[in-house]
């Protein structure tokens, strides 16, 4: 299984970026898809998760409002939209999977599977 995290980098306050993770190994809707992030001398916490099958979706209230979380089942592909971006959100960014909780129950606690993250700086 990997997973493969992209489109991070630098972007002023108050705008948007598109993160994008890659999903090989796994059958399509049996997974849940899940969103980290870790800031400088943070934990790494949980902000978003996406299930498998039905696509329900959760969310940190951190995120709520600004960040959506959605998949495309038939490319095996998870994305998070990121808006209205604050200096808070620096952090890396990393995408997991879950096939054993495709329902995303506890998913801060931990997923199965994880990518390498990818960088994101919000900075004026």
């Known amino acids: 299984v990997q997973l493969q995290a992209s489109g991070g980098g630098l972007v002023q306050p108050g705008g948007s970026l598109r993160l994008s993770c890659t999903v090989s190994?796994?059958?399509?809707?049996?997974?849940?898809i899940a969103w980290f992030r870790q800031g400088a001398g943070r934990e790494r916490d949980g902000i978003t998760c996406?299930?498998?099958?039905?696509?329900?979706?959760y969310y940190a209230d951190s995120v709520k409002g600004r960040f959506t979380i959605s998949r495309d089942n038939s490319k095996n592909v998870g994305y998070l939209e990121m808006n209205n971006l604050s200096e808070d959100d620096t952090a890396v960014y990393f995408c997991?999977?879950?096939?054993?909780?495709?329902?995303?129950?506890?998913?801060?606690?931990?997923?199965?599977?994880w990518g390498k993250g990818t960088q994101v700086t919000v900075s004026s």
């Open positions: 997991a999977a879950d096939s054993e909780n495709p329902g995303c129950t506890d998913y801060g606690r931990g997923m199965d599977y």
């Open positions: 996406i299930s498998g099958s039905d696509s329900g979706v």
């Open positions: 190994g796994l059958a399509s809707e049996e997974y849940s």
